[in-house]
């Protein structure tokens, strides 16, 4: 049977836990050849696993996002793709007297520099082939100012700022680069902050509510597939809606 992704190959970063799980399941389930990557070798065993009992095939690679090291071996190991989702990310929230050097530059790391990175050393052999998709993963804390989030918003804001530039840079030759712009999510990353933050967020949408992973996934596997074969270029809001005011 041939399916959506039959013939794919993809690598999608954060794969071990939350939306990046759901985007290398779905992609497995549709017929990529899925390289799952993560840090935690028990995670990504796990997501394998699930993969392969589910008929699809993946393979773990561990890497840190912050060692620029490590992000060129990951993209050495995993090869040639056609599919890359710059999903890994992470989130601390502090106000601005709070927030330290470190801080501000592992947001930027493993937010903006590491997709940088992975697109330079994967996209232009996607661009040879001819065919290739980026999705990155943002968040509504890069276009609509959120308290504490001033390092985290910021480095989502690169990633949107670099998405057009990629569009650009590689369209000509085949390779559409978009970003799907998250809202509050239910995963372990936000479980490990409390409810608070994620419902004080919800609060800001038109929707009201948090969203359910599966509603991210779902917009990123369709930015991957051929189905937007039209779209590059574009940040997706999946944020419940941006309300009006008055
Ligand atoms: N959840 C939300 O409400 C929300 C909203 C808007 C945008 N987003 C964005 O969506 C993406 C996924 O969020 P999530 O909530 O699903 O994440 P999560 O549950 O916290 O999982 C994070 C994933 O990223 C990996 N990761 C984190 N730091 C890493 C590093 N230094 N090097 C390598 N891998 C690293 C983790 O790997 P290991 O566990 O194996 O270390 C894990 O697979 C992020 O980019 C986030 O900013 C999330």
Redesign the pocket.
């Known amino acids: 049977m041939t399916l959506e992704f039959s013939g794919s190959t993809a690598l999608v970063?954060?794969?071990?836990?939350?939306?990046?799980?759901?985007v290398a399941l779905r992609l497995a389930a549709l017929g990529a050849e899925v390289v799952v990557?993560?840090?935690?070798p028990e995670?990504?065993a796990r997501v394998v696993a699930e993969a392969g009992a589910a008929g699809g095939r993946a393979r773990f690679v561990?890497?840190?996002?912050?060692d620029p090291g490590?992000v060129l071996r990951l993209a050495e190991a995993a090869g040639a793709v056609d599919v890359l989702v710059?999903?890994?990310?992470?989130?601390r929230f502090a106000g601005t007297p709070d927030t330290t050097a470190e801080m501000f530059d592992?947001h930027m790391?493993?937010?903006a520099r590491?997709p940088l990175l992975l697109v330079g050393a994967l996209v232009p052999g996607m661009a040879a082939r001819g065919r290739g998709a980026v999705v990155g993963?943002?968040?509504?804390?890069a276009s609509s100012p959120t308290r504490g989030a001033a390092a985290?918003g910021a480095s989502?804001a690169a990633l949107e700022l670099m998405t057009r530039v990629w569009a650009d840079e590689f369209g000509a030759r085949g390779v559409r680069v978009n970003a799907v712009?998250?809202?509050?999510?239910?995963?372990?990353?936000?479980?490990?902050i409390g409810g608070d933050v994620?419902a004080t967020?919800a609060r800001n949408t038109v929707l009201g509510r948090?969203?359910e992973?599966d509603e991210?996934v779902e917009a990123i596997v369709f930015l991957a597939s051929d189905r937007a074969g039209y779209i590059t270029g574009a940040v997706l809001d999946v944020?419940g809606g941006r309300p009006a005011i008055g």
């Open positions: 970063t954060g794969a071990t836990a939350g939306i990046g799980r759901g990557h993560g840090r935690d995670r990504g561990s890497a840190d996002l912050s490590d710059n999903n890994a990310g992470i989130y592992v790391a493993v937010n590491a993963v943002s968040t509504l804390a985290y989502k712009a998250a809202g509050p999510v239910h995963t372990p990353g936000t479980a490990e994620l967020v948090v969203a992973v991210v944020f």
